[in-house]
C-alpha cells in the first residue's frame, strides 16, 4: 500500500514538472515588448521568425527570415543603398493584419503583403506592396505598391546581431512596426482605421 502512494505521489510530480517547462521558441507579444533579449544563435545564417501583437482590436502578424550579423558589413555592403530590400531573407517578409490600417493618411485594407525597404544613409523608404508571395526583390514591381513612406533611421545604443521585427502598441488605436538590425532601428507608425 505504501509503495503504491509513493509511485502515486512521484507520477504527480513528475507529471507537474513536465506540465512547467517551456517547449520550443516563438515570439508573440501583445502590447509593449519586453526590454531584455537573450543572445541571438549566429550558428545559423538565417531563420525563420514571425512576431504578432494585438493592438486595440487589430491582430497584426510579420513573418520573416532574420540574418545575422555574424561580422558583416551590412549597410552600404551585404545590403546595398539605394536598392529594394526584401528586409529579411530568403521569401519577401510578409505583413498581415485583420483590421484596415491608416499608414501616412492611406487607408489599408486587412490582408496580407510584403513589406520592402529602400534603405539610405540619411533617409529609408518602407514599401507595402501586394505581392507577399514572391522569393526575394526577385519578383519586385513597383506598380503593385501600395504605399510609400520615407522615414528616418535611428541609431541604436548596441548591436542588434540578429534582425528583429516588433509590433508596439502606442495607444488603442494605433502603434508602429519597429525593424532593428545591426546598429540601426527603422519605425513604421500606423493607425488602425
Known amino acids: 500500500m505504501k509503495l503504491n502512494i509513493l509511485i502515486a505521489l512521484a507520477l504527480i510530480i513528475c507529471i507537474g514538472s513536465a506540465c512547467t517547462q517551456k517547449t520550443g521558441t516563438s515570439e ?29 482590436n487589430a491582430h497584426v502578424m510579420i513573418k520573416y527570415h532574420a540574418p545575422a550579423v555574424r561580422g558583416r558589413t551590412i549597410w552600404g555592403g551585404l545590403v546595398p543603398y539605394g536598392e529594394v530590400w526584401v528586409t529579411g531573407a530568403h521569401s519577401a517578409t510578409s505583413l498581415e493584419f485583420d483590421k484596415d490600417l491608416i499608414v501616412a493618411d492611406k487607408a489599408i485594407s486587412a490582408g496580407k503583403y510584403a513589406l520592402f525597404t529602400i534603405p539610405g544613409q540619411e533617409k529609408w523608404t518602407v514599401i507595402i506592396n501586394r505581392n507577399w508571395d514572391q522569393h526575394l526583390a526577385d519578383e519586385y514591381d513597383q506598380k503593385d505598391d501600395i504605399i510609400r513612406l520615407e522615414v528616418t533611421p535611428q541609431q541604436l545604443p548596441g ?8 509590433v508596439v502598441a502606442h495607444e488603442n488605436t494605433g502603434g508602429s512596426i519597429d525593424i532593428r538590425w545591426e546598429k540601426i532601428k527603422i519605425s513604421m507608425p500606423f493607425k488602425i482605421k
Do not use: C, F, M, N
Open 159 to 166: 548591436v542588434q546581431e540578429r534582425l528583429k521585427y516588433t
Open 28 to 56: 508573440h507579444q501583445h502590447g509593449t515588448p519586453a526590454s531584455t533579449e537573450a543572445p541571438a544563435d549566429t550558428t545559423k545564417k538565417s531563420i525563420p521568425k514571425e512576431t504578432h501583437a494585438q493592438v486595440g
